[in-house]
């Protein structure tokens, strides 16, 4: 799936938590090919850098709020 697809589907606001963390999860892919770093320094960093998970965010502000930080990268 690209990144777009991805990335439409973690934006969708009527989408599942957890289906919209895996559809980030996805986007981490491209975004860390893209860095030059493994998937999971880029999970990692997100977490580190934001509070906010993108493996298990427990709310929707939480993933908005790691998923923008990720994609500003």
Do not use: Q, W
């Not at 030059?36 to 965010?57: C, F, H, Q, W, Y």
């Amino acid at each position: 799936m690209s990144h777009s697809s991805s990335r439409r589907k973690v934006l969708d606001i009527e989408g599942l938590l957890a289906h919209k963390a895996s559809h980030a999860r996805s986007c981490a892919n491209h975004v860390a090919n893209r860095l030059g770093i493994t998937r999971n320094e880029l999970l990692m960093k997100v977490e580190k850098d934001t509070g906010a998970s993108l493996i298990s965010p427990l709310t929707e502000e939480e993933l908005m709020k790691a998923f923008h930080y990720m994609e500003n990268l």
